[in-house]
């Protein structure tokens, strides 16, 4: 009976082995499937991303109780692999599981399939791995794959672009203008870069700005003692990728609203050329422009008169506003006062001398930059031209015929000196004189004559005043008289207009010896 049993058992044992009753022969198991994959279409050349893939056994049982399992970037297993693993299906095997991009490969490792069939793939992408270009993703979990594309973007280059500029509404003639930008890199690259910051066509002043990828900086420049016209100008940031502006208004002390002044001259009325008079009349004002008149001035002559500030004409000019018809008049002028018409005019005598000329120039330029008589420079803004409104009085001494005597110069030196000396002089800047070569150049003309027949028609030595070469230029003959006289001849003449009061000595009426011994 022993035997028959161990037999009977042997061929159960066959028969049950021939039925597949271990399980050891997996034929006709489940297999997976990926039913998804899912990631970026794109990413920056820095940027990270997330693969993930969802796989599927059908056919499985499990609890129901357990979630999808799935692993981290970094090819750890998650939160609830430990307790997926532990329920895992114990009839199939553990699967292999790759994720690949291009060549490059992101997880490799062999899972447990979890008990309710369904698994969970995720892998990391750095793109600062991987070129630029276009990249084929790759799954595979056991036999079973699928693929999608990604594209590694180029990295942008440094570019450079003035996103903000912080500046006041508006700056006053002369100040500093600070003006900051704010400077960004829109690229994935670090780069350097000069930026260019101007205002109105005053100078630039460069910066050189280094910034890392997508960072900024903000800059700051000061342009000092700004002298621009009035009015609107841009401030201007600029890199080689963009350009910003915005306007900043700068407020001009000028009623022009400007500095320089257009100057057309009419001078056809003129025998000579009196460029140079002008010149040296605006030069004047150039000079002493913030002293009289507050503002800053520079006249630049053109020759269309539809583009004058300023039209200077030389003409006669015979009546001047509401003053004395029986003047003689050597200039007028349009009176500035809030604000200047287009154009101003200034009217001169064409045929005084030019010493006359530049001193009249230069008194109407004043009322067409809003000084009225009586204003600083007194001497020059005086509503009467004189010998006490000249700094130097200039004076050229002539003889009727054939070269002044050396004793005749001293002489008329010494009876002008006595004048530089007094402190009687009308007006409060005192007198000085020169000696020039020309009628021409002369406030004032002395002629000596040996001889003479213009003072007195009879004969006889004297002195008197007659009209000189020019409109309004004076003439002082000395005819006929003795040297030791010829200084006080010349105080006599020039005392009525310089001195406040006329001395005794000095008058018409003074004896021979007085007059020898003027001045002591």
């Not at 004048?419 to 409060?428: K, L, P, R």
């Amino acid at each position: 009976m022993r035997r028959t049993t161990v037999v009977l058992a042997l061929a159960v044992l066959v028969a049950l082995a021939g039925c597949g009753g271990l399980g050891s022969d997996t034929a006709g198991a489940p297999s997976p499937s990926i039913e998804s994959v899912s990631a970026p279409e794109s990413l920056g050349h820095d940027e990270r991303g997330t693969v993930e893939a969802t796989v599927r056994w059908e056919g499985l049982t499990g609890d129901g109780s357990a979630g999808d399992v799935s692993t981290g970037g970094d090819g750890s297993a998650g939160e609830d692999e430990s307790a997926g693993e532990d329920r895992a299906n114990a009839t199939l095997d553990p699967v292999r599981v790759t994720v690949r991009v291009g060549d490059r490969t992101l997880r490799d490792e062999n899972r447990s399939v979890p008990a309710n069939g369904s698994m969970t793939v995720t892998a990391a992408i750095d793109a600062a791995t991987l070129d630029p270009g276009d990249h084929e993703i790759a799954v595979t979990v056991g036999e079973a794959s699928a693929t999608r594309r990604i594209t590694i973007e180029e990295a942008r280059a440094a570019t450079f672009a003035v996103s903000e500029i912080e500046a006041p509404e508006s700056v006053a003639y002369g100040e500093d203008l600070t003006v900051a930008a704010t400077v960004t890199n829109g690229g994935d690259v670090a780069g350097t870069q000069t930026v260019s910051v101007r205002y109105g066509s005053g100078a630039t002043a460069n910066r050189t700005v280094a910034l890392d990828g997508g960072t900024e900086t903000r800059l700051s420049v000061t342009f000092a003692d700004v002298r621009l016209d009035g009015g609107s100008h841009r401030v201007v940031v600029a890199t080689a990728n963009r350009t910003r502006e915005r306007a900043v208004t700068l407020t001009h002390p000028s009623p022009y609203g400007k500095t320089t002044l257009r100057l057309y001259v009419d001078d056809e009325a003129v025998d000579r050329n009196v460029s140079g008079v002008v010149a040296a009349a605006t030069g004047y004002w150039e000079r002493t422009d913030e002293r009289y008149l507050g503002y800053p001035v520079t006249y630049e002559r053109v020759s269309d008169e539809e583009r004058a500030d300023v039209i200077l004409r030389f003409d006669r000019v015979e009546r001047c506003g509401v003053e004395d018809g029986d003047a003689r008049y050597f200039g007028c002028a349009d009176l500035l006062v809030d604000e200047s018409r287009t154009p101003m005019t200034a009217t001169v005598e064409p045929n005084i001398s030019d010493a006359e000329m530049n001193a009249t120039i230069i008194h109407e330029l004043g009322h067409v930059q809003g000084l009225e008589h009586g204003e600083e420079p007194a001497d020059l803004m005086a509503p009467t031209s004189n010998l006490t409104t000249h700094r130097p009085v200039k004076v050229h001494l002539r003889a009727e015929s054939g070269d002044v005597p050396r004793r005749v110069e001293d002489e008329v030196a010494a009876g002008l000196d006595y004048f530089a000396d007094s402190e009687d002089i009308v007006g409060s800047d005192g007198f000085a004189w020169e000696f020039v070569d020309s009628a021409r150049e002369a406030h004032v003309q002395i002629t000596y004559d040996d001889r003479g027949n213009i003072c007195f028609a009879d004969g006889g030595g004297g002195s008197c005043t007659v009209e000189g070469e020019y409109y309004g230029q004076q003439d002082v003959r000395l005819e006929e008289i003795d040297d030791e006289v010829v200084a006080w001849h010349v105080g006599a003449s020039f005392a009525p207009v310089l001195l406040e009061e006329v001395p005794p000595e000095l008058m018409r009426d003074a004896d021979r010896r007085e007059r020898e011994e003027w001045p002591e």
